[in-house]
T-cell receptor
Framework: DTGVSQDPRHKITKRGQNVTFRCDPI?????LYWYRQTLGQGPEFLTY????????KSRLLSDRFSAERPKGSFSTLEIQRTEQGDSAMYLC????????????FGPGTRLTVL | AQSVSQHNHHVILSEAASLELGCNYS??????LFWYVQYPGQHLQLLLK??????LVKGIKGFEAEFIKSKFSFNLRKPSVQWSDTAEYFC???????????FGQGTELSVKP
């Protein structure tokens, strides 16, 4: 499968713990996006990278959230001191980075904070 | 503010019925428009997209959408739905130069066999 992959697929954690998610984009895709989706809602943008540069961050992304894409390939999203409100599906998408291009989504990581 | 509004939260149809899902957006400048579909237990998949040119675009599985610039709309249509079309459908927009997608809240479609 050469699509976007995410790991883990599910994560259950206790409030206050730190969690880290990984996303591997489609090979040769320069842009990588993170979104968050809660039940009954559409995905909400969190941040995105062009190669290793983080180009935009949403105001939704509090100081407890940090994302990296150190070598311009895979990316990690870390949430520190998790809260129950962080429970959601975290989606990763990638695209070629052209003017008009398509974002391809991974299966997501479902986070449950107890 | 940039936003996407989908008019219907849950639509229930019988097989062979026609489908139209509404989508309106608020976004300054030239836009790209998308419909994504999420089948039960699966990840978001692209159904169709509009970048420029013919405002009537055709996607996979017999779906089509029409971009009406004057109405800021991008409605999704299918003449005859099947049980396998049961899924959640999301309309999304971004700037013509790319970047973050703004999604609507989604429409859940249930097709009765």
């Amino acid at each position: 499968d050469t699509g976007v992959s995410q790991d883990p697929r599910h994560k259950i954690t206790k409030r206050g713990q730190n969690v880290t998610f990984r996303c591997d984009p489609i090979s040769e895709h320069n842009r990588l996006y993170w979104y968050r989706q809660t039940l009954g809602q559409g995905p909400e943008f969190l941040t995105y990278f062009q190669n290793e540069a983080q180009l935009e961050k949403s105001r939704l992304l509090s100081d407890r959230f940090s994302a990296e894409r150190p070598k311009g390939s895979f990316s990690t999203l870390e949430i520190q001191r998790t809260e129950q409100g962080d429970s959601a599906m975290y989606l990763c998408a990638s695209s070629l980075g052209l003017t008009s291009d398509t974002q391809y989504f991974g299966p997501g990581t479902r986070l449950t904070v107890l | 503010a940039q936003s996407v509004s989908q008019h219907n939260h849950h639509v229930i149809l019988s097989e062979a019925a026609s489908l139209e899902l509404g989508c309106n957006y608020s976004y300054g400048g030239t836009v790209n428009l998308f419909w994504y579909v999420q089948y039960p237990g699966q990840h978001l998949q692209l159904l169709l997209k509009y970048f420029s040119g013919d405002p009537l675009v055709k996607g996979i599985k017999g779906f089509e959408a029409e971009f009406i610039k004057s109405k800021f709309s991008f409605n999704l249509r299918k003449p005859s739905v099947q049980w396998s079309d049961t899924a959640e459908y999301f309309c999304a927009v971004n700037a013509h130069q790319g970047g973050k997608l703004i999604f609507g809240q989604g429409t859940e479609l249930s097709v009765k066999p």
